[in-house]
């Protein structure tokens, strides 16, 4: 069973920057969605970006284009999510989601809008301060 670690959250000003990283145990292969989601509490669950290993591509929400970017290391099965320019609407848990191939180029991009991967971190938090 692939499980997933994150790090990297943490307390930031407006205007500052964190990077997620999200670790998956125990699979090496080159074909998988791995996406991050954020809830705020009282609000309901957000797709935040997602990348395909299947094809390379990667999807962000509008909230965060230009602002976040996810990014991959396949040598350390992990997946980045680079955060500037933090608001403080952008406090929240932050999770990583992720499915294991083999995954067709299009099923990422499905189940990142429906937020239906099947393997979940644990989150970890992201606090930022105006």
Same mark, same amino acid.
Request: net charge neutral; proline share 2%; aromatic share 12%.
């Given at each position: ?7 990297? +959250? +943490?307390s930031v000003q407006a205007g500052g920057s964190l990077r ?9 292969? &080159? ?34 284009? +230009? ?42 991009? &499905?189940?990142?809008? &429906? ?5 979940? +971190? ?6 930022? &301060?105006?």
């Amino acid at each position: 069973q692939v499980q997933l670690v994150e790090s990297g +959250g +943490g307390s930031v000003q407006a205007g500052g920057s964190l990077r997620l990283s999200c670790a998956a145990s125990e699979y090496s292969g &080159s074909s998988y969605c791995m996406a991050w989601f954020r809830q705020a509490p009282g609000k309901e669950r957000e797709g935040v970006a997602a990348f395909s290993g299947t094809g390379g591509d990667t999807y962000h929400a509008d909230s965060v284009k +230009g602002r976040f970017t996810i990014s991959q290391d396949n040598a350390k099965n992990t997946v980045y999510l680079q955060m500037n320019s933090l608001k403080p609407e952008d406090t929240a848990m932050y999770y990583c989601a992720a499915d294991f191939g083999p995954l067709s180029r299009r099923y990422c991009y &499905s189940r990142f809008i &429906s937020g239906s991967l099947s393997v979940w +971190g644990q989150g970890t938090q992201v606090t930022v &301060s105006s």
